[in-house]
């Protein structure tokens, strides 16, 4: 008997002692979500889990599904045999590329009942790969290659080599609900994706000025959410109309306030449809200094439209540089790279205040009398559209 398994290892959940179960709980539930669709098995065991019987034709999907599951640390693609001494000679061989290299046999036993120990096994078939090897060379330090014999209870073992890093991070699920401001540009899909790595449940809200942005912004906001769902989970998308409201800041206020208005009473929409739908925080992609919405002088007149919510924004540390690099990893890159004009550049100021003060926003903002009405009707007009991971 032999037939090959993935094994994955879990990672931060580890430290979180009498809680683990609660977070371990989730972690298997969004692992078997992600499984749905195929047919295999899910086995756990102490302090691994093994995805076993599947048609090994799915092997690659599956680890690409695995490498995108919050929580988990890493993975291998393993071979199981029964534990039997020539069996894994065997097995062990099949890792070993025939080339010239350092090598080690590591070999970890849970079945105490083995008439040797791991240190004799390991040599053992660490002879029987010299013979077969020319240019294999034992370094027990540092070696090149090195395979991997997990001897387990119940007379069956794993053989493996290569461990791949899956995507880290704590458990979609385990760390409430967010509310993230989503554009159509590179950095919110990011800090969406960093959010949901902490284990934040994503919903998102867009503006949409249509028809001065088109259906293909929208359309592009929608995609860049499908893509957030193969990590993230169900997304319910939230696109407000915000057409008259860039109207009526255009029309009372002074147009290097215009973005800064704008801003404040996106964050101040968001905050109240995310209270409505059980979201615990805002999320922004705003990184400090990258435009002049986005100084400390900025950030602070912004901030004070929020009325209790916090709002997080992973990516203020971080350079576009970084953002960009994220955006290709997780595949959002191409989507926000499309030209769709967004709300924000639609009735541009030339001259945005970089520092703006906070009196003076306030003053400019109040202009708009009907405002609280305006705000009414774009919330009552909504378009909700529920997104779920698609099978890939
Ligand atoms: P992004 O690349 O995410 O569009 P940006 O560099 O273009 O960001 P801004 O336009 O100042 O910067 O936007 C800062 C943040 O405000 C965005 O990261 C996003 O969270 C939010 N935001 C901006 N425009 C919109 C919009 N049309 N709908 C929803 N959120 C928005
Ligand atoms: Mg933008």
């Known amino acids: 008997m032999k037939s090959k398994v993935i094994l994955l290892r879990y990672g931060e959940i580890f430290l979180k002692g009498r809680n683990k179960s609660y977070f371990e709980k989730l972690l298997i539930d969004n692992i078997k979500a992600k499984l749905a669709d195929i047919d295999c098995e899910f086995v756990r065991t102490q302090n691994r889990y093994y995805i076993e019987n599947y048609d090994e034709k ?3 999907e599956i680890v690409s599904r695995m490498k995108k599951v919050f929580g988990l640390h890493s993975l291998s693609i393993a071979t199981k045999v029964e534990t039997d001494y020539d ?8 890792y070993a590329p025939d080339v010239n290299a350092t090598f080690r046999i ?3 036993r849970a079945d105490k009942s083995l008439d040797k120990n791991s240190a004799q096994i390991g ?3 660490g002879a029987y790969m010299l013979e077969r090897r020319k240019g294999y060379k034992v370094d027990l330090h540092k070696p090149q290659i090195e395979i991997k014999i997990d001897i387990r209870e119940r007379g069956y073992s794993y053989v493996f080599r290569d461990i791949e ?5 704590m458990p979609v699920g ?8 989503l554009s159509g540009g590179f950095d919110s899909p990011v800090a969406g994706y960093r959010m949901a790595r902490r284990g934040m449940q994503i919903s998102a809200i ?5 028809p001065y942005t088109s259906e293909q912004a929208k359309q592009k906001v929608v995609d860049l959410a499908q893509v957030l769902t193969d990590y993230a989970g169900n997304i319910k998308l939230f696109v407000v109309p915000f057409t008259e409201i860039q109207f009526a800041i255009h029309e009372n206020c002074r147009a290097d306030y215009m973005i800064t208005i704008m801003r404040r009473i996106m964050i101040d929409i968001a905050e109240r449809v995310a209270k409505e739908n059980g979201c615990g925080a805002l999320v922004t992609g705003e990184s400090l200094g990258q435009v002049a919405s986005q100084t400390l002088q900025s950030l602070t007149v912004t901030n004070d439209a929020v009325n209790g919510l916090p709002v997080f924004r992973p990516l203020i540390g971080m350079d576009k540089y970084e953002i960009m690099k994220t955006a290709e990893e997780i595949g959002t890159y191409k989507l926000s790279e499309l030209p769709y004009q967004d709300c924000c550049t639609v009735f541009l100021p030339k001259n945005p205040v970089i520092k703006p003060s906070l009196d003076i926003a306030k003053k400019e903002q109040a202009k708009i009398e009907n405002l609280e009405e305006l705000i009414e009707n774009a919330i009552k007009n909504i378009e909700i559209t529920e997104l779920r991971p698609c099978k890939e």
């Not at 069996?87 to 099949?94: G, H, I, P, S």
């Not at 890093?165 to 991070?169: E, K, N, P, T, W």
């Open 58 to 60: 799915l092997t690659d």
């Open 87 to 94: 069996l894994l000679n065997e097995v062990a061989l099949e």
């Open 106 to 108: 590591t070999v970890n």
């Open 123 to 125: 040599a053992d078939i």
């Open 165 to 169: 890093l899956c995507a880290q991070g």
């Open 174 to 181: 385990c760390s409430g609900k967010g509310m993230l401001l």
């Open 206 to 210: 867009h503006y949409h000025s249509f």
